[in-house]
């Protein structure tokens, strides 16, 4: 398989699942689903390869157990390379556009005590800032998801770096509108280059924090 870029349609499809998002509907259009969404999707995985890790892609179904959201099937398509000390680089599709991330979305408590302890050396988080700064040029923030309002266990809540010091996750991310390049040949060097940003985030990741020690999650 080739990837030849998104099918426009995968677009239109998600808008009308989110106006119908139900059983009946969905077996309805399966078929669409397959052919205009998840072939283009897999043709992309294939493209890809192990460049950046072991690929896997998220079914449809929204687990539906415990959150308010009570629809059952998710109004996006995505995938997620794990590479090394558990690292990871994401892509989304909506109709939103493109969301493009990757780090550590549920670090280890011995992660983020890791991290925050390099965070109160001013001799080290002086390369944190600049990685992010960096970041940040591409378009790339850290996720502020699941901070923390306090200040964590043994951190002043004046302390210089605080907002760094509340982080609950480890993640950077990039959303992008809905361009043309999607639907063409060059959507293959645009997401790869995309992702070799994020790989720049891994790797600092990968030398300053390292793996965790926990057993795995869901998630992780």
């Not at 157990?65 to 000390?85: L, M, T």
């Not at 361009?179 to 070799?196: C, H, M, R, V």
Request: with cysteine; aromatic share 12%.
């Amino acid at each position: 398989m080739t990837f030849e870029g998104f099918n426009p349609y995968s677009i239109k499809f998600f808008e009308e699942l989110a106006v119908n998002n139900n059983r009946v509907w969905w077996l309805a259009n399966k078929s669409r689903f397959e052919a205009n969404v998840r072939k283009p999707l897999l043709e992309l995985m294939e493209e890809l390869g192990s460049a950046y890790g072991s690929l896997k892609t998220f079914r449809p179904n929204r687990d539906t157990r415990f959150g308010a959201n009570k629809d059952p099937y998710k109004e996006q398509i995505s995938f997620v390379a794990y590479g090394s000390a558990g690292t990871a680089c994401y892509l989304e599709l909506s109709t939103r556009g493109l969301f493009i991330g990757g780090g550590y979305w549920q670090p280890g408590k011995d992660q983020l005590e890791r991290f925050r302890d390099l965070v109160d050396d001013n001799k080290l988080v002086g390369d944190l800032e600049a990685t992010l700064e960096e970041l940040a040029e591409s378009g790339y923030l850290i996720s502020r998801e699941g901070a923390l309002k306090t200040s964590p266990r043994g951190f002043d809540s004046d302390h210089p770096k605080i907002e760094l010091l509340r982080l609950k996750s480890l993640a950077v991310g990039k959303s992008i509108p809905i361009s043309e390049w999607f639907f063409t040949s060059d959507a293959l060097n645009y997401i790869k280059q995309e992702w070799d940003i994020v790989m720049s985030w891994n790797e600092w990741l990968i030398s300053s924090v390292g793996a965790t020690t926990e057993p795995p999650r869901e998630g992780r």
